[in-house]
């Protein structure tokens, strides 16, 4: 059974700070790995995608992968009351992308 | 179309009805995903094809479900005999295919089944 786990949260930070969401995979063989958001009563949408060890970075977001240890990270930066929502992290395994269940972000003005 | 096309967006279905949900994705995308997202939860995999054919549906979570492509394009999920466990939003997303693309899959807006 391919698994992604995640905290659930809720995880609340101050407006300005540094938001830290972590996830973790069990499928040893998976390549792809990615970040989507997703509002309150709305789909989800993809913010960030890494495929090698380190990190990459875009604007506020930092995504880090570590595939020794089976272990993504994103890293929002100068959170804004808008980065409000539930963060998915999804694993390419054989074909079909598998979703954590989510963490759920508060940013406080 | 412009964007993946999901209908109907509310469905109230009695115990025991078969359901169908349907889905149309993004003109050109080869790959259509169906998933099942209950409230506070990620989305749930459910199958997945490329073109018309089925590559994987180990997720359906029993033999009520039920899912096709015939030509490649529009795919209909389908629900015999439903029960109120299967309540839940029905999410459909589309891709290009997965060796040529970033992965991002466009979801739609969602199938939300409420079984009495």
């Known amino acids: 059974q391919k698994e992604v786990e995640q905290n659930s949260g809720p995880l609340s930070v101050p407006e300005g700070a540094i938001a830290s969401l972590n996830c973790t995979y069990s499928?040893?063989?998976?390549?792809?790995f990615f970040w989507y958001r997703q509002y309150s009563g709305k789909s989800p949408e993809l913010i960030m995608s890494?495929?090698?060890?380190g990190d990459k970075e875009d604007g506020r977001f930092t995504a880090q992968l570590n595939k020794a240890s089976q272990y993504v990270s994103l890293l929002i930066r100068d959170s804004q009351p808008s980065d409000s929502a539930t963060y998915l992290c999804?694993?390419?395994?054989?074909?079909?992308?598998?979703f954590g269940k989510g963490t759920k972000l508060s940013v406080k003005p | 179309g412009a964007g993946v096309s999901q209908s109907p967006r509310y469905k109230v279905t009695k115990r025991g009805q078969d359901v169908a949900l349907r889905c149309d994705p993004i003109?050109?995308?080869?790959?259509l995903y169906w998933y099942r997202q209950a409230l506070g939860q990620g989305p749930e995999f459910l199958t997945y094809f490329n073109y018309e054919a089925q590559q994987d549906k180990s997720g359906l979570p029993n033999d009520r479900f039920s899912a096709e492509r015939p030509e490649g394009s529009i795919s209909t999920l389908t629900i015999q005999r439903t029960e109120q466990r299967d309540s839940a939003m029905y999410r459909c997303?589309?891709?290009?295919?997965?060796?040529?693309?970033?992965?991002?899959?466009?979801f739609g807006e969602g199938s939300r089944l409420t079984v009495l």
């Open positions: 499928d040893r063989g998976s390549q792809s």
């Open positions: 999804a694993v390419r395994s054989q074909g079909n992308l598998i």
């Open positions: 003109s050109g995308h080869v790959s």
């Open positions: 890494i495929y090698s060890n």
């Open positions: 997303a589309s891709s290009f295919p997965e060796g040529l693309n970033t992965g991002e899959l466009f």
